[in-house]
Protein backbone atom coordinates (compact mmCIF):
# COMPACT_ATOMS: atom_id res chain seq x y z
CA UNK A 1 0.00 0.00 0.00
CA UNK A 2 1.39 3.42 -1.23
CA UNK A 3 1.74 6.44 0.18
CA UNK A 4 2.63 10.17 -0.88
CA UNK A 5 3.25 12.68 1.51
CA UNK A 6 3.16 16.68 0.85
CA UNK A 7 4.66 19.19 3.18
CA UNK A 8 3.32 22.28 2.43
CA UNK A 9 5.17 25.50 2.90
CA UNK A 10 7.32 28.82 1.97
CA UNK A 11 9.71 28.29 4.90
CA UNK A 12 10.68 24.65 3.81
CA UNK A 13 11.65 25.35 0.95
CA UNK A 14 13.90 28.06 1.68
CA UNK A 15 15.38 26.00 4.63
CA UNK A 16 13.96 28.39 7.13
CA UNK A 17 12.76 25.68 9.26
CA UNK A 18 13.51 21.98 8.90
CA UNK A 19 11.10 19.56 7.46
CA UNK A 20 10.88 16.76 10.21
CA UNK A 21 7.53 16.17 9.23
CA UNK A 22 8.31 13.52 7.04
CA UNK A 23 10.93 11.82 8.44
CA UNK A 24 8.25 11.13 11.61
CA UNK A 25 5.38 10.03 9.23
CA UNK A 26 7.39 8.05 7.13
CA UNK A 27 9.04 6.20 9.89
CA UNK A 28 5.31 5.93 11.32
CA UNK A 29 3.88 4.48 8.34
CA UNK A 30 6.67 2.14 7.30
CA UNK A 31 6.21 0.56 10.59
CA UNK A 32 2.62 -0.28 10.17
CA UNK A 33 3.16 -1.45 6.97
CA UNK A 34 2.77 1.63 4.43
CA UNK A 35 5.19 2.42 2.47
CA UNK A 36 6.11 5.66 1.20
CA UNK A 37 6.98 6.10 -2.51
CA UNK A 38 7.46 9.79 -2.56
CA UNK A 39 7.66 13.11 -0.62
CA UNK A 40 7.40 16.36 -1.60
CA UNK A 41 7.73 20.00 -0.71
CA UNK A 42 5.87 22.71 -2.16
CA UNK A 43 5.17 26.66 -1.65
CA UNK A 44 2.43 28.18 -0.09
CA UNK A 45 1.14 28.73 -4.20
CA UNK A 46 -2.51 27.48 -4.55
CA UNK A 47 -1.58 26.44 -8.43
CA UNK A 48 1.81 24.48 -7.10
CA UNK A 49 -0.35 22.83 -4.37
CA UNK A 50 -3.39 21.92 -6.78
CA UNK A 51 -1.07 20.97 -9.41
CA UNK A 52 1.00 18.07 -6.80
CA UNK A 53 -1.57 16.38 -5.50
CA UNK A 54 -3.60 16.05 -8.31
CA UNK A 55 -0.57 14.47 -9.82
CA UNK A 56 -0.40 12.38 -6.66
CA UNK A 57 -3.88 11.31 -6.35
CA UNK A 58 -2.92 9.51 -9.86
CA UNK A 59 0.37 7.61 -8.69
CA UNK A 60 -1.31 6.24 -4.98
CA UNK A 61 -4.42 5.66 -3.40
CA UNK A 62 -3.17 7.53 0.19
CA UNK A 63 -1.87 11.22 -0.01
CA UNK A 64 -0.91 12.85 3.25
CA UNK A 65 -0.91 16.33 3.39
CA UNK A 66 0.91 19.16 5.82
CA UNK A 67 0.93 22.79 6.35
CA UNK A 68 -1.33 25.74 5.37
CA UNK A 69 -4.05 25.79 7.57
CA UNK A 70 -3.26 27.73 9.88
CA UNK A 71 -5.77 31.65 10.04
CA UNK A 72 -3.45 33.83 8.23
CA UNK A 73 -3.51 34.79 4.51
CA UNK A 74 -0.89 32.83 3.25
CA UNK A 75 -2.58 29.58 4.88
CA UNK A 76 -4.30 28.46 1.77
CA UNK A 77 -4.66 24.74 1.64
CA UNK A 78 -8.17 24.74 2.93
CA UNK A 79 -9.20 26.87 -0.09
CA UNK A 80 -7.12 24.45 -2.69
CA UNK A 81 -9.01 21.43 -1.29
CA UNK A 82 -12.42 23.10 -1.46
CA UNK A 83 -11.50 23.97 -4.98
CA UNK A 84 -10.23 20.28 -5.93
CA UNK A 85 -13.37 18.17 -3.65
CA UNK A 86 -16.14 20.91 -4.16
CA UNK A 87 -18.45 22.01 -1.36
CA UNK A 88 -17.83 25.26 0.54
CA UNK A 89 -15.91 26.52 3.77
CA UNK A 90 -18.73 26.60 6.23
CA UNK A 91 -18.19 26.83 10.14
CA UNK A 92 -18.16 23.67 11.93
CA UNK A 93 -19.96 24.04 15.57
CA UNK A 94 -18.18 21.49 17.29
CA UNK A 95 -14.56 22.56 16.07
CA UNK A 96 -16.02 26.16 16.74
CA UNK A 97 -16.79 25.47 20.34
CA UNK A 98 -13.18 23.76 20.73
CA UNK A 99 -11.59 26.56 19.13
CA UNK A 100 -13.54 29.21 21.36
CA UNK A 101 -12.46 27.01 24.44
CA UNK A 102 -9.17 27.07 23.43
CA UNK A 103 -8.48 30.50 23.57
CA UNK A 104 -11.00 31.39 26.57
CA UNK A 105 -8.81 28.99 28.51
CA UNK A 106 -5.50 30.71 28.08
CA UNK A 107 -7.90 34.21 28.49
CA UNK A 108 -7.42 35.60 25.06
CA UNK A 109 -9.96 36.75 22.92
CA UNK A 110 -11.99 34.73 20.52
CA UNK A 111 -11.42 36.65 17.63
CA UNK A 112 -12.85 36.52 13.64
CA UNK A 113 -9.36 35.22 12.87
CA UNK A 114 -9.55 32.56 15.53
CA UNK A 115 -12.84 31.64 14.44
CA UNK A 116 -12.37 31.12 10.79
CA UNK A 117 -10.24 27.92 12.24
CA UNK A 118 -13.23 26.31 12.57
CA UNK A 119 -14.52 26.93 8.84
CA UNK A 120 -14.00 23.62 6.79
CA UNK A 121 -14.78 22.34 3.72
CA UNK A 122 -18.31 20.52 3.27
CA UNK A 123 -16.99 18.00 1.49
CA UNK A 124 -14.62 16.99 3.85
CA UNK A 125 -14.61 14.83 7.45
CA UNK A 126 -12.93 16.62 10.31
CA UNK A 127 -10.69 15.53 12.43
CA UNK A 128 -10.57 16.50 15.56
CA UNK A 129 -7.01 18.40 16.61
CA UNK A 130 -7.01 17.85 20.85
CA UNK A 131 -3.55 19.79 21.19
CA UNK A 132 -4.11 23.22 18.75
CA UNK A 133 -6.63 25.14 16.71
CA UNK A 134 -6.79 24.07 13.45
CA UNK A 135 -8.15 20.06 12.68
CA UNK A 136 -7.19 18.01 10.33
CA UNK A 137 -9.62 16.90 7.02
CA UNK A 138 -10.16 13.67 5.26
CA UNK A 139 -11.57 13.43 2.05
CA UNK A 140 -12.05 10.76 -0.53
CA UNK A 141 -12.53 10.99 -4.09
CA UNK A 142 -12.79 8.31 -7.49
CA UNK A 143 -11.32 5.81 -4.26
CA UNK A 144 -8.40 7.80 -3.90
CA UNK A 145 -7.64 8.75 0.23
CA UNK A 146 -6.62 12.35 0.86
CA UNK A 147 -5.75 13.41 4.73
CA UNK A 148 -4.69 17.33 5.30
CA UNK A 149 -2.94 18.04 9.01
CA UNK A 150 -1.28 21.05 10.27
CA UNK A 151 2.25 21.77 9.84
CA UNK A 152 3.09 22.19 12.88
CA UNK A 153 5.30 19.36 14.44
CA UNK A 154 3.42 18.49 17.77
CA UNK A 155 0.35 18.59 16.57
CA UNK A 156 0.84 16.99 13.57
CA UNK A 157 2.40 14.12 15.64
CA UNK A 158 -0.57 14.01 17.95
CA UNK A 159 -3.00 13.58 14.99
CA UNK A 160 -0.84 11.46 13.23
CA UNK A 161 -1.57 8.57 15.20
CA UNK A 162 -5.63 8.69 14.81
CA UNK A 163 -4.79 9.09 11.12
CA UNK A 164 -2.96 5.72 11.22
CA UNK A 165 -5.80 4.06 13.36
CA UNK A 166 -7.90 5.19 10.55
CA UNK A 167 -6.01 4.30 7.50
CA UNK A 168 -5.26 0.79 9.21
CA UNK A 169 -9.08 0.11 9.28
CA UNK A 170 -9.49 0.77 5.75
CA UNK A 171 -6.41 -0.95 4.35
CA UNK A 172 -4.29 -4.24 4.64
CA UNK A 173 -1.24 -3.28 4.30
CA UNK A 174 1.89 -4.89 3.30
CA UNK A 175 4.35 -7.02 5.78
CA UNK A 176 7.32 -4.49 6.14
CA UNK A 177 9.76 -5.79 8.45
CA UNK A 178 12.97 -3.23 9.02
CA UNK A 179 15.61 -4.30 11.38
CA UNK A 180 19.21 -1.93 12.23
CA UNK A 181 22.38 -3.32 13.47
CA UNK A 182 24.90 0.00 14.57
CA UNK A 183 28.29 -0.69 13.44
CA UNK A 184 31.45 1.28 14.49
CA UNK A 185 35.36 1.24 14.18
CA UNK A 186 34.92 0.26 10.35
CA UNK A 187 34.83 2.28 7.51
CA UNK A 188 31.53 1.56 5.17
CA UNK A 189 33.79 0.61 1.66
CA UNK A 190 35.71 -2.24 4.24
CA UNK A 191 32.31 -3.22 5.55
CA UNK A 192 31.04 -3.93 2.30
CA UNK A 193 33.81 -6.16 1.25
CA UNK A 194 33.25 -7.99 4.45
CA UNK A 195 29.24 -8.33 3.67
CA UNK A 196 29.58 -9.28 -0.07
CA UNK A 197 28.90 -12.49 -0.01
CA UNK A 198 25.88 -12.16 2.52
CA UNK A 199 24.76 -9.59 0.13
CA UNK A 200 24.70 -11.65 -2.87
CA UNK A 201 22.87 -14.77 -1.01
CA UNK A 202 19.76 -12.24 -0.19
CA UNK A 203 16.38 -12.68 -2.03
CA UNK A 204 16.32 -9.06 -3.87
CA UNK A 205 12.29 -9.61 -4.79
CA UNK A 206 11.91 -9.44 -1.03
CA UNK A 207 15.39 -8.22 1.17
CA UNK A 208 17.34 -5.14 1.13
CA UNK A 209 20.55 -3.72 2.74
CA UNK A 210 21.29 -0.29 2.85
CA UNK A 211 24.53 1.10 4.69
CA UNK A 212 23.47 4.51 6.76
CA UNK A 213 26.66 5.80 7.70
CA UNK A 214 26.89 8.93 10.14
CA UNK A 215 29.50 10.33 11.75
CA UNK A 216 32.09 7.73 12.01
CA UNK A 217 29.19 4.92 12.92
CA UNK A 218 27.41 3.01 9.83
CA UNK A 219 23.63 2.01 10.70
CA UNK A 220 23.12 -1.65 8.59
CA UNK A 221 19.00 -1.73 7.93
CA UNK A 222 17.98 -4.84 6.80
CA UNK A 223 14.44 -4.81 4.93
CA UNK A 224 11.83 -7.02 4.02
CA UNK A 225 9.19 -6.91 2.37
CA UNK A 226 5.59 -8.62 1.93
CA UNK A 227 4.38 -12.36 2.57
CA UNK A 228 3.19 -13.42 5.81
CA UNK A 229 4.56 -11.86 9.07
CA UNK A 230 5.31 -14.64 11.00
CA UNK A 231 7.13 -16.20 7.45
CA UNK A 232 8.96 -12.96 7.43
CA UNK A 233 10.08 -12.79 11.01
CA UNK A 234 11.45 -15.93 10.79
CA UNK A 235 13.51 -15.13 7.58
CA UNK A 236 14.63 -11.71 9.46
CA UNK A 237 15.73 -13.90 12.58
CA UNK A 238 17.90 -15.68 10.50
CA UNK A 239 19.39 -12.90 8.65
CA UNK A 240 20.10 -11.09 11.28
CA UNK A 241 21.74 -13.59 13.39
CA UNK A 242 24.06 -14.44 9.92
CA UNK A 243 24.56 -10.28 9.81
CA UNK A 244 25.75 -10.85 12.94
CA UNK A 245 28.51 -13.53 12.40
CA UNK A 246 29.53 -11.74 9.67
CA UNK A 247 29.90 -8.16 11.52
CA UNK A 248 31.30 -9.33 14.64
CA UNK A 249 33.52 -7.44 17.11
CA UNK A 250 32.06 -4.12 14.98
CA UNK A 251 28.84 -4.45 16.03
CA UNK A 252 27.79 -2.56 18.95
CA UNK A 253 24.08 -1.70 18.95
CA UNK A 254 20.98 -2.74 17.58
CA UNK A 255 17.89 -1.21 16.25
CA UNK A 256 17.66 2.74 17.29
CA UNK A 257 20.53 2.28 19.90
CA UNK A 258 23.51 5.05 19.54
CA UNK A 259 27.22 4.64 20.85
CA UNK A 260 25.67 7.37 23.58
CA UNK A 261 22.69 4.62 24.71
CA UNK A 262 25.32 2.14 24.10
CA UNK A 263 27.90 3.62 26.66
CA UNK A 264 24.96 4.37 28.82
CA UNK A 265 23.64 0.52 29.04
CA UNK A 266 26.97 -1.07 29.68
CA UNK A 267 27.91 1.57 32.42
CA UNK A 268 24.45 1.18 34.33
CA UNK A 269 25.12 -2.86 34.06
CA UNK A 270 28.81 -2.44 35.43
CA UNK A 271 27.49 0.19 38.04
CA UNK A 272 30.58 2.22 36.59
CA UNK A 273 30.51 5.97 36.39
CA UNK A 274 32.26 8.20 33.56
CA UNK A 275 33.75 11.48 33.69
CA UNK A 276 34.90 13.72 30.32
CA UNK A 277 37.98 15.45 29.51
CA UNK A 278 37.22 17.44 26.22
CA UNK A 279 38.76 19.97 24.40
CA UNK A 280 38.07 19.36 20.06
CA UNK A 281 34.42 18.54 21.06
CA UNK A 282 33.51 21.09 22.87
CA UNK A 283 30.98 19.50 25.41
CA UNK A 284 29.13 17.50 22.89
CA UNK A 285 30.42 14.08 24.94
CA UNK A 286 28.89 15.03 27.57
CA UNK A 287 25.62 16.39 25.52
CA UNK A 288 25.28 13.38 23.86
CA UNK A 289 25.32 11.51 27.33
CA UNK A 290 23.01 13.54 29.15
CA UNK A 291 20.47 13.00 26.08
CA UNK A 292 19.76 9.26 27.70
CA UNK A 293 17.63 9.02 30.72
CA UNK A 294 19.31 7.56 33.47
CA UNK A 295 22.17 9.26 32.67
CA UNK A 296 22.57 10.83 36.16
CA UNK A 297 23.39 7.51 37.74
CA UNK A 298 26.66 6.94 35.54
CA UNK A 299 27.66 10.50 33.76
CA UNK A 300 29.45 12.53 36.88
CA UNK A 301 30.72 15.54 34.66
CA UNK A 302 33.59 16.71 32.50
CA UNK A 303 35.09 19.57 31.78
CA UNK A 304 35.74 21.70 28.23
CA UNK A 305 39.38 22.61 28.63
CA UNK A 306 39.43 24.39 25.21
CA UNK A 307 42.03 26.58 26.16
CA UNK A 308 45.83 24.96 27.59
CA UNK A 309 45.49 27.16 30.43
CA UNK A 310 42.11 25.47 31.77
CA UNK A 311 44.43 21.73 30.43
CA UNK A 312 46.70 23.00 33.07
CA UNK A 313 45.20 24.23 36.23
CA UNK A 314 41.93 22.43 36.44
CA UNK A 315 43.10 19.50 34.60
CA UNK A 316 46.59 19.15 35.73
CA UNK A 317 48.27 18.73 32.48
CA UNK A 318 51.66 20.03 33.08
CA UNK A 319 53.48 22.44 30.74
CA UNK A 320 56.24 21.04 29.90
CA UNK A 321 53.61 18.33 28.06
CA UNK A 322 51.61 21.10 26.41
CA UNK A 323 54.95 22.78 25.38
CA UNK A 324 57.06 19.82 24.37
CA UNK A 325 54.12 17.57 22.19
CA UNK A 326 51.58 20.35 21.98
CA UNK A 327 48.09 20.17 23.08
CA UNK A 328 47.05 17.87 20.16
CA UNK A 329 48.76 14.59 21.16
CA UNK A 330 48.98 11.54 22.98
CA UNK A 331 50.56 12.86 26.03
CA UNK A 332 48.51 15.46 26.36
CA UNK A 333 44.94 13.03 26.09
CA UNK A 334 46.69 10.73 28.73
CA UNK A 335 47.47 13.60 30.85
CA UNK A 336 43.77 14.86 30.26
CA UNK A 337 42.25 11.39 31.40
CA UNK A 338 44.10 10.57 34.48
CA UNK A 339 43.21 14.59 35.80
CA UNK A 340 39.81 14.22 35.16
CA UNK A 341 39.66 10.81 36.93
CA UNK A 342 40.86 12.26 40.06
CA UNK A 343 38.93 15.39 39.80
CA UNK A 344 35.64 13.58 39.37
CA UNK A 345 36.51 10.33 41.40
CA UNK A 346 35.23 8.37 38.43
CA UNK A 347 35.74 4.87 36.98
CA UNK A 348 35.93 5.50 33.65
CA UNK A 349 37.19 8.47 31.88
CA UNK A 350 37.36 10.18 28.02
CA UNK A 351 39.64 12.63 27.27
CA UNK A 352 39.80 14.23 23.57
CA UNK A 353 41.93 16.46 21.99
CA UNK A 354 42.24 17.81 18.28
CA UNK A 355 42.60 20.38 15.45
CA UNK A 356 39.28 21.06 13.76
CA UNK A 357 40.28 23.57 11.39
CA UNK A 358 39.93 24.59 8.58
CA UNK A 359 42.54 26.87 9.85
CA UNK A 360 46.06 25.74 10.99
CA UNK A 361 47.52 26.81 14.80
CA UNK A 362 50.53 27.74 13.14
CA UNK A 363 52.36 24.41 14.19
CA UNK A 364 53.34 21.04 12.62
CA UNK A 365 50.13 19.61 13.31
CA UNK A 366 48.05 18.59 10.28
CA UNK A 367 44.34 20.76 10.39
CA UNK A 368 41.78 17.87 11.09
CA UNK A 369 44.43 15.24 13.62
CA UNK A 370 42.62 14.18 16.64
CA UNK A 371 44.11 12.36 20.17
CA UNK A 372 42.08 10.04 22.22
CA UNK A 373 42.12 8.86 25.52
CA UNK A 374 39.99 6.42 27.65
CA UNK A 375 41.12 5.38 31.08
CA UNK A 376 40.08 3.32 34.10
CA UNK A 377 40.96 4.22 37.68
CA UNK A 378 43.27 1.49 37.44
CA UNK A 379 45.53 3.45 35.21
CA UNK A 380 44.72 1.09 32.10
CA UNK A 381 43.98 3.14 28.91
CA UNK A 382 43.72 3.04 25.25
CA UNK A 383 44.25 5.75 22.95
CA UNK A 384 43.46 6.99 19.12
CA UNK A 385 44.69 8.49 16.80
CA UNK A 386 43.26 9.63 13.09
CA UNK A 387 42.90 12.81 11.16
CA UNK A 388 39.60 14.01 9.61
CA UNK A 389 39.29 16.60 6.95
CA UNK A 390 35.64 17.96 7.01
CA UNK A 391 33.25 20.52 8.19
CA UNK A 392 33.83 21.32 11.99
CA UNK A 393 30.51 20.20 12.96
CA UNK A 394 30.94 16.92 10.89
CA UNK A 395 34.22 16.34 13.01
CA UNK A 396 32.33 16.86 16.29
CA UNK A 397 30.42 14.40 15.39
CA UNK A 398 33.17 11.90 14.09
CA UNK A 399 34.94 11.76 16.97
CA UNK A 400 32.88 12.11 19.39
CA UNK A 401 31.66 8.62 18.18
CA UNK A 402 35.20 7.48 17.98
CA UNK A 403 35.86 8.59 21.48
CA UNK A 404 32.59 6.45 22.58
CA UNK A 405 33.69 3.50 20.90
CA UNK A 406 37.09 3.43 21.95
CA UNK A 407 35.78 3.72 26.02
CA UNK A 408 33.56 0.43 24.85
CA UNK A 409 36.85 -1.06 23.60
CA UNK A 410 38.12 -0.88 26.80
CA UNK A 411 35.35 -1.70 29.01
CA UNK A 412 35.28 -4.56 27.11
CA UNK A 413 38.87 -5.14 26.71
CA UNK A 414 39.32 -5.36 23.37
Not at 72 to 81: A, Q
Not at 138 to 159: A, C, H, R, W, Y
Not at 172 to 191: H, M, Y
Request: neutral net charge; contains cysteine.
Amino acid sequence: MKVEIINIGDELLIGQVVNTNCSYMSKLLNRNGFLVSRVSVVADDKQAIKDILSEAMQRVDIVLLTGGLGPTKDDITKVCLTEIFGGELKENAAISRHVEHFFASRNLPYTSTNRSQAFIPTSCTPIFNSVGTAPGMLFEKDSKTVISMPGVPFEMQNMMNDVLDLLLKRYNPQTIIDKNLVVAGISESFLSDKLEGFEKGLNKERVSLAYLPNGGMIRLRLSLHGGERKDGERIMNKLIEELKAIVGEYLVGEDDDNLSTIINKVLLQEKSTLAVAESCTGGNLAHQITLVSGASNCFKGGVVAYNNDIKHSVLGVEEETLNRYHAVSKQTVIAMAKGILQLMNSDYAIATSGLAGPNSDGTNVPVGTIWLCAMNKKGEYKTHTTCYHTTRENFVDRVTNDAFFLLLNLIKGK
